[in-house]
Nanobody, 130 residues
Framework: QVQLVESGGGLVQPGGSLRLSCAAS????????IAWFRQAPGKEREGLSC????????YYADSVKGRFTISRDNAENTVYLQMNSLKPEDTAVYYC???????????????????????WGQGTQVTVSS
């Protein structure tokens, strides 16, 4: 059974850092691009970052560029999102997602932040507050 499990969320002060993990079970991440999203109460889901498995290409939303870094460790079957210089507006539930295995599943698609994904984790809460 394909599963994605996020962890690493919590309460952090403005300016602080967190590292989120997206661990895969039931499949190997070697052939999948992984995207991170977040959703704050009353707001639409926002695509944050995507990392390809084919060549390691990374993509970021403008709102997090320069502050967040996505990476992957295929040996650990895990994708990470390092979040620095956190702001109160980063408060949200954070999700990772991927699509069903296919000829293009290893690459972040054009418009990855709007693409449909087949598998989602349960989310991890990030709260940035003093």
């Amino acid at each position: 059974q394909v599963q994605l499990v996020e962890s690493g969320g919590g309460l952090v002060q403005p300016g602080g850092s967190l590292r989120l993990s997206c661990a895969a079970s039931g499949f190997t991440l070697d052939f999948y691009a992984i995207a991170w999203f977040r959703q704050a109460p009353g707001k639409e889901r926002e695509g944050l970052s995507c990392i390809s498995s084919s060549d390691g290409s990374t993509y970021y939303a403008d709102s997090v560029k320069g502050r967040f870094t996505i990476s992957r460790d295929n040996a650990e079957n895990t994708v990470y999102l390092q979040m620095n210089s956190l702001k109160p507006e980063d408060t949200a539930v954070y999700y990772c997602a991927t699509e069903r295995l296919g000829p293009d599943s290893s690459r972040c698609k054009f418009g990855w932040y709007l693409a449909e994904y087949d598998y989602w984790g349960q989310g991890t809460q990030v709260t940035v507050s003093s």
